[in-house]
């Protein structure tokens, strides 16, 4: 059970001496992309988390990212959230914006109020490395 370099998952699978899979990608830096596709379509509170392992307390945690055209952080705040995370953090942007220009401000906003992921941008596309590896059994 090994994937081939032909799938979308680099990484072999685990097999300890007694045969047991372990599948968890432990000890991979994850990438996901995110691509603004359409400003007109976004919302003043839209908002996408993106998970941390937080070390101090060992818990899994999130910042959430919210869409800010109107200056206010009531929308896209949920006091619900607070129980398993607690950052969240702004980007701006204005109906008629580019795609381009939506996924600066995200790239900008990921960049300053997270030390746990990295964001770069090619086009509308932004993509963001985790930059921290969790333990096998904190998996984000």
């Known amino acids: 059970m090994y994937?081939?370099?032909?799938?979308?998952?680099?990484?072999?699978?685990?097999?300890?001496?007694?045969?047991?899979?372990?599948?968890a990608?432990?000890?991979?830096?994850?990438?996901?992309?995110?691509?603004?596709?359409?400003?007109?379509?976004?919302?003043?509170?839209?908002?996408?988390?993106?998970?941390?392992?937080d070390e101090v307390n060992q818990t899994n945690d999130s910042i959430w990212f919210v869409c800010d055209n109107d200056n206010s952080i009531s929308t896209g705040y949920d006091a619900g959230d607070t129980a398993n995370?607690?950052?969240?953090?702004?980007?701006?942007?204005?109906?008629?914006?580019?795609?381009?220009?939506?996924?600066?401000?995200?790239?900008?906003?990921i960049n300053r109020f997270s030390k746990y992921h990295t964001a770069t941008i090619d086009g509308s596309t932004v993509t963001i490395t985790y930059n921290q590896i969790p333990p096998t059994n904190k998996l984000l």
């Open 3 to 23: 994937p081939t370099g032909k799938t979308s998952n680099p990484t072999s699978i685990q097999q300890n001496a007694e045969g047991t899979y372990q599948i």
């Open 85 to 109: 995370s607690f950052m969240y953090a702004f980007f701006d942007y204005t109906v008629g914006d580019t795609d381009e220009h939506v996924a600066n401000n995200i790239k900008n906003a």
């Open 25 to 53: 990608d432990a000890g991979v830096q994850r990438v996901v992309n995110i691509v603004v596709d359409g400003v007109e379509n976004m919302a003043d509170g839209d908002r996408f988390a993106l998970r941390y392992y």
